[in-house]
């Protein structure tokens, strides 16, 4: 898509976050404005090419154990972006080819790329929906026709809560969907932070205010209340690489926790 002609109704001067992640990644999804826009981000905090693989893997982690320890076989990832390697369904049906994933956007590109390459993919659907607006996501007919919400099923917010701004009241909206769901099931959520490397992280958040979704950073203690009324499973609230390593080799898993993260991630269960 890099240099192509943007669908209609898209604008491709405008940095769009999907895009720019994509960019992040090592995609090819992504418009001229989308890499100025990264590439500005990359010089005031050059770490963030690798905390998106980061957080990709903190993903990878947490469907692995939903679906082998939580007993989870159905999906719910909203805010899903542009499609990168090593998918939720990917990585889920490794494991299980029974299970069922939904990916939600609001991102018209985002969905039409998604809808072509996952077009053969089987057990996986792809619906429009927006965050701000949890009750129709879960009332989608062609989500409600893949996802029996009957059952436990694990929500993903990765990398999405953060372009909510605190009028959007993000808690609340993650609450409405918590209580749409039945206990036994899971969110799993990643969230920027200014709490280390505070500066970078702010001057990264300001390009995106440029983009047609502006970032907002919150401490600890706010993304922490974003997993009231769940019981978050060890190790807690943690930056990326310190969620469940597994065998990981010592050696490298301290040398990046020697790098900065702006990244606290976490998986909560409804009791």
């Not at 436990?152 to 609450?175: N, Q, Y």
């Not at 990326?240 to 991630?265: H, I, K, S, V, Y």
């Amino acid at each position: 898509m890099a240099d192509d002609a943007p669908p209609p109704g898209i604008d491709a001067s405008v940095p769009n976050p999907a895009r720019m992640y994509d960019y992040f990644l090592g995609g090819k999804n992504n418009y001229a404005a989308d890499r100025e826009a990264a590439e500005r981000v990359l010089r005031v905090a050059p770490e963030a090419r690798v905390l998106a693989r980061r957080n990709r893997a903190f993903l990878r982690r947490a469907v692995r154990h939903l679906v082998t320890e939580a007993g989870i076989r159905q999906f719910v990832d909203i805010g899903t972006g542009l499609p990168a390697q090593g998918g939720v369904h990917e990585v889920a049906h490794e494991l299980d080819p029974t299970v069922r994933v939904a990916y939600v956007d609001h991102d018209p590109v985002v969905l039409a790329h998604a809808r072509a390459l996952l077009s053969g993919a089987g057990s996986t659907v792809t619906v429009r929906g927006d965050l701000r607006r949890p009750e129709e996501i879960l009332a989608d007919p062609g989500l409600r026709s893949l996802i029996d919400l009957s059952q436990p099923v694990a929500i993903l917010l990765v990398a999405v809560v953060h372009f909510l701004s605190r009028d959007d009241k993000p808690a609340e909206l993650v609450a409405r969907l918590r209580d749409a769901v039945v206990p036994g099931s899971h969110l799993v959520l990643s969230h920027v932070t200014d709490e280390e490397r505070g500066g970078a992280a702010r001057e990264g958040a300001a390009v995106y205010r440029g983009s047609d979704a502006g970032i907002t950073l919150r401490n600890r203690e706010e993304i922490h209340g974003l997993f009231d009324g769940f019981d978050l499973l060890d190790p807690g609230l943690v930056p990326l690489d310190d969620w469940r390593p597994g065998d990981e080799n010592p050696l490298l898993r301290q040398a990046r926790r020697n790098l900065p993260t702006w990244f606290l991630c976490g998986v909560g269960r409804i009791p």
